[in-house]
């Protein structure tokens, strides 16, 4: 029997884009959703892990398979059906899964032959047996995994073509942003694999490099954090040799031996997610986490930089609250809390968040013709309307952000400042130069967008100052700012 596990590529998706960006090629990530579900599939499957990120196959000229499994995140929806399509005229049953076909299940399941939703452990054996009877259900339910049971990834599989591997050590995330899908998918309930099992996959990977695509490495409550340590010092003990790179929430920055352990460990790089410069932004996010009292970003940064760990810094563009300037002021706050890189996305209203409920309540939601849009969630687009920037005004304000911050002389200048207190200058050259490479692709990719999908931003709506449906007060008139922070 033979199985093709796919990922499919979209191709607005700036840094898959390695032909345009030589530098690229060290951000190109394995899919480790089909790693997993390799592991999950007895032997007597043949499977062929497709990563269309590394090029897009000629599927006609290869075997035919008996099955084909398709993930896929809303930003690759639209080619995941398309490849759906290929192999069901050639009568080939296709499965979907992952986050996007879980949260917009009656779209994939007119376009798929089964869909299996939430977390794929406790069902894909049974969905692998009903293939080989021909007797495939339209639906399965995931639900969470348990985590004990968490088979290791196949990570003899997609042996070449990437510069990091990948591993997960936790799920769920309790802190349920309003932008984030996590919580809905993985749930609130921060589940931890044993540490054993986690060593063990880490000795698996064949890369010098990995990511660990845990949405937060360490958690938020006192036991995570123990239970972290302990990974930490297994993964010294076991002399794994690797040099990881993680997501953590800023509180990892409280713990001087939660740092020295994770250096210990082979933590090179962490993604934080700073979200915005404003405690008035993070209330509107539901990012209460980081408005904890005292916190101090640019010395919890500093400290973090003192393990040798670099940090990446994330933050989000069209907020309610971001007005003409927010570009400029977001750049020149990452620069103070001194982060090696900065990424910026739109406030996107991905399916299954608080968000999207919200921005389509108040039809504010741009790029609405689906399946056809999907490909514009990259969180690269500004698809929604905005309150106080419009469509034009929200693409200039990123455009000075990474101007700003990925201008020469700013890049020298944390290189210079690495080399000075011989902390990898070399890894934050590379990092700053492809995020500056990508920065030129996306403004082409902006013109294209204005040109093709600008006309869709037209009409009353776009007023900035006023979204489309402003929730009022009960005596009918409108409400103030503070007023609708409060609203919702
Ligand atoms: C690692 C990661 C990435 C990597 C992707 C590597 C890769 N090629 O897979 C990188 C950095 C490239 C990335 C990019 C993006 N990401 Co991302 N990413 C993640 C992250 C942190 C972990 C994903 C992961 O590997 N999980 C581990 C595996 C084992 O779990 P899983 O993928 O859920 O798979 C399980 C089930 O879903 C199911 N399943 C999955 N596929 C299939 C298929 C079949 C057939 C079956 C039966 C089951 C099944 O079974 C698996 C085992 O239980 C998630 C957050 C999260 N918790 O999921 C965000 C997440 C998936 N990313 C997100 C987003 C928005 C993006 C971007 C659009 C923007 C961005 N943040 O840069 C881009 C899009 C890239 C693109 N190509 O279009 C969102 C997606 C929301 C959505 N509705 O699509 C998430 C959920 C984060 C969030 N904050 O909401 N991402
Ligand atoms: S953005 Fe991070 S902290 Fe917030 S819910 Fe998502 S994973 Fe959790």
């Known amino acids: ?17 390695v032909k345009a960006s030589r530098w690229n090629r060290y951000r190109v990530w394995k ?9 999950l599939t007895p032997r007597e499957w043949e499977i062929s892990i497709v990563d269309e990120n590394l090029g897009r196959p000629d599927y006609a000229a290869m075997p035919r398979p008996d099955l084909v499994g398709i993930t896929a995140f809303t930003s690759q929806a639209n080619r995941a059906y398309e490849v759906a399509a290929h192999f069901r005229r050639l009568g080939v049953p ?3 899964g992952g986050i996007h076909a879980t949260m917009c299940l009656e779209e994939a399941m007119e376009r798929v032959d089964s869909v299996v939703t939430g977390e794929a452990e406790g069902i894909w054996p049974q969905v692998l047996q009903d293939a080989r009877l021909g007797s495939l259900k339209r ?11 968490v088979p290791l990834a196949r990570h003899d599989l997609l042996a070449t073509g990437y510069a990091f591997g990948a591993i997960q050590t936790t799920r769920g995330c309790p802190l349920n942003c309003t932008f984030c899908s996590v919580t809905a998918f993985n749930g609130a309930r921060y589940r931890q694999r044993p540490i054993p099992d986690v060593v063990r996959e880490f000795q698996l990977i064949r890369e010098k490099h990995v990511l660990v695509v845990d949405d937060n490495l360490i958690g938020t409550r006192h036991d995570h954090i123990a239970r972290a340590k302990d990974l930490f010092r297994a993964m010294a003990r076991a002399n794994l040799r690797k040099e990881w790179i993680a997501q953590a929430t800023i509180n990892i920055a409280d713990d001087e031996e939660l740092l020295t ?6 933590c090179r790089g962490l993604y934080i997610g700073f979200e915005t410069p404003s405690p008035e932004g993070l209330l509107e996010l539901g990012k209460k986490f980081n408005l904890l009292k005292g916190r101090d970003f640019r010395a919890s940064v500093r400290r973090i930089r003192r393990h040798n ?4 810094g994330s933050f989000i563009i069209g907020l309610d609250i971001d007005r003409p300037g927010i570009g400029r002021r977001i750049a020149d706050v990452a620069s103070h809390y001194g982060v090696d890189n900065l990424t910026v996305m739109f406030l996107t209203p991905l399916p299954g968040t608080r968000l999207r409920e919200q921005m389509e309540s108040e039809g504010r939601i741009a790029l609405d013709t689906f399946p056809e849009d999907w490909e514009y969630y990259t969180l690269t687009f500004p698809v929604a309307r905005y309150k106080h920037l419009t469509l034009k005004g929200i693409i200039e304000e990123m455009t000075a952000c990474d101007q700003h911050f990925y201008s020469m002389p700013r890049i020298l200048g ?20 492809s995020y500056r490479s990508n920065t030129r692709l996306d403004r082409k990719a902006y013109a294209d967008f204005k040109r093709q999908q600008g006309h869709r931003y037209d009409g009353a709506r776009e007023v900035p100052g006023e979204p489309a449906a402003r929730r009022g007060r009960p005596d009918g008139r409108p409400a103030t700012d503070a007023e609708q922070l409060l609203i919702r």
């Open 261 to 266: 352990l994770a250096a210990k460990a082979g």
């Open 1 to 17: 029997m033979r199985l093709y596990l796919i990922n499919p590529s979209n191709p607005l998706v700036s840094i898959v884009k």
């Open 139 to 149: 639906r399965y339910e995931g639900g969470f995994a348990e985590i004990d049971d």
């Open 309 to 312: 760990i670099l940090v990446s």
């Open 94 to 96: 296709v499965v979907m």
């Open 414 to 433: 944390r290189v210079w400042g690495n080399m000075w207190r011989r902390r990898k200058p070399l890894i934050t050259l590379v990092g700053n130069l």
């Open 31 to 39: 899919p480790l959703s089909l790693m997993a579900l390799a592991g």
